[in-house]
C-alpha cells in the first residue's frame, strides 16, 4: 500500500521517485510564491539564517528549512483548504513537532498579496536565538502567525 506521499509523488510523475529526488523535481518546478520567497531567503538574506528548499525530512518535504533554529516554513496551496489536506497538515505538523520542528505556515496567496508582511513575521522569528525561540520556552511552537491584512 501506498503512502499518501508516494501518492501524491506518482500522481505528480506518474512513477515512485525517492524522497530526495521528489525533492530536487519540486526544486525544479517551484511556484511563483515559492520562487519569490526563495530570493528573499536565499545566500543567508535573513538575519544571517542559512535556508534550505525543498529539504526531505523523511516522510516529508519541507518547502523552506533553516536547521539552526529548526524553523519550517511552507507556503500552502489550493489543496491544503480541502478536508483531507487540512488532515494532513494536521498530521504533519504534528510529526514534524515531535521532532522540534516549528512550522510558520502561509498561503500562496499571502506571500503574493502582502509579501511584506509575510517577510517581516520570517524576519521577526529569525532574528531569535535558538534559546530564546518561544518554542524552547514551552516546548511547542506557537500558533500560525498571520500575515497583516
Known amino acids: 500500500m501506498l503512502t499518501r506521499l508516494e501518492e501524491i509523488r506518482h500522481e505528480i ?62 507556503l500552502d496551496g489550493g489543496q491544503h483548504n480541502t478536508i483531507e489536506g487540512r488532515q494532513h497538515d494536521k498530521e504533519r505538523e504534528a510529526f514534524l513537532r515531535s521532532q522540534g520542528i516549528e512550522t510558520l505556515r502561509f498561503t500562496n496567496d499571502e506571500m ?12 521577526n522569528r529569525t532574528a531569535l536565538t535558538p ?8 516546548g511547542a511552537p506557537p500558533g500560525k502567525p498571520q500575515a497583516a491584512k
Open 112 to 123: 503574493m498579496r502582502y509579501t511584506d508582511s509575510v517577510l517581516n513575521v520570517i524576519w
Open 13 to 74: 510523475t506518474g512513477e515512485r521517485l525517492s524522497l530526495i529526488e521528489f525533492a530536487r523535481k519540486l526544486r525544479q518546478e517551484a511556484t511563483d510564491p515559492e520562487a519569490l520567497l526563495w530570493a528573499c531567503l536565499r545566500g543567508r538574506r535573513f538575519n544571517k539564517r542559512k535556508f534550505r528548499r525543498q529539504h526531505p525530512a523523511a516522510p516529508y518535504v519541507l518547502d523552506f528549512y533553516c536547521a539552526d533554529l529548526k524553523l519550517s516554513i511552507e
Open 131 to 138: 534559546q530564546n525561540s518561544p518554542s524552547s520556552k514551552t
